[in-house]
């Protein structure tokens, strides 16, 4: 059984930065693709980045491109999340996810296999 969890989530202010980890276990992760997503109170499960399994290959949403960065070690079974310039619209539930049925990065949320339990974060303006 594969299980990921969530860490580092919190309250920043706004403008401010945050990185959260996703640790996994049960399965090899490097032949994992992750992915990050989050969820705001009202509002639908979105995508925000994913990452290949050899870490050469990531996409990102449009609304965080240039700001958060995706990345993974594979010798620790562990993928980031870095996020700077933080903005309230950023305040959401953020879930790591891991799909082994890809090697691309995906943002289909219907391509993951298995989900954290999400970690909170707050932007303050």
């Known amino acids: 059984q594969v299980q990921l969890v969530e860490s580092g989530g919190g309250l920043v202010q706004s403008g401010g930065s945050l990185r959260v980890s996703c640790g996994v276990s049960g399965r090899t992760f490097s032949t994992y693709v992750m992915g990050w997503f989050r969820q705001a109170p009202g509002k639908e499960r979105e995508f925000v980045a994913a990452?290949?399994?050899?870490?050469?290959?990531?996409y990102y949403a449009d609304s965080v491109k240039g700001r958060f960065t995706i990345s993974r070690d594979n010798a620790k079974n562990t993928a980031y999340l870095q996020m700077n310039s933080l903005k309230p619209e950023d305040t959401a539930v953020y879930y790591c996810?891991?799909?082994?049925?890809?090697?691309?990065?995906?943002?289909?949320?219907?391509?993951?296999?298995?989900w954290g339990q999400g970690t909170q974060v707050t932007v303050s303006s």
């Open positions: 990452i290949s399994w050899s870490g050469s290959s990531s």
């Open positions: 996810a891991a799909a082994f049925r890809t090697r691309s990065p995906s943002t289909s949320i219907n391509q993951y296999d298995y």
